[in-house]
Nanobody, 113 residues
Framework: QVQLVESGGGLVQAGGSLTLSCAAY???????VGWYRQAPGKRRELLAT???????NYADSVKGRFTISRDNNKNMVFLQMNSLKAEDTAVYYC????????WGQGTQVTVSS
């Protein structure tokens, strides 16, 4: 069964940290990967990307606070989130770049102010 499984979300106070994990089953992250998020009433946005070789890129909204990483041997992607703000509250997803034709269930991150 082909699926993406995100985990690690939760409720955290502003200024806190969380680390998200993403595992792919039945499919390989063969090239670039990315973390996305979608807040209520908003479009899904791309936050961070990483090539298979390790080059990264970040949206301005998370630059300096979030760090994407990957373990190619385990076919997993991670997102370290520091200095969280209330506006980071959203459902977070991982996917390839370009995105696969399917998405995982996401993991909810809620930041209380």
């Amino acid at each position: 069964q082909v699926q993406l499984v995100e985990s690690g979300g939760g409720l955290v106070q502003a200024g806190g940290s969380l680390t998200l994990s993403c595992a792919a089953y039945g499919i390989i992250f063969s090239s670039s990967v990315g973390w996305y998020r979608q807040a209520p009433g908003k479009r899904r946005e791309l936050l961070a990307t990483m090539t298979r070789g390790g080059n990264t890129n970040y949206a301005d909204s998370v630059k300096g606070r979030f760090t994407i990483s990957r373990d190619n041997n385990k076919n997993m992607v991670f997102l370290q989130m520091n200095s969280l703000k209330a506006e980071d509250t959203a459902v977070y997803y991982c996917n390839a770049l370009p995105a696969f034709s399917f998405w995982g269930q996401g993991t909810q991150v809620t930041v209380s102010s």
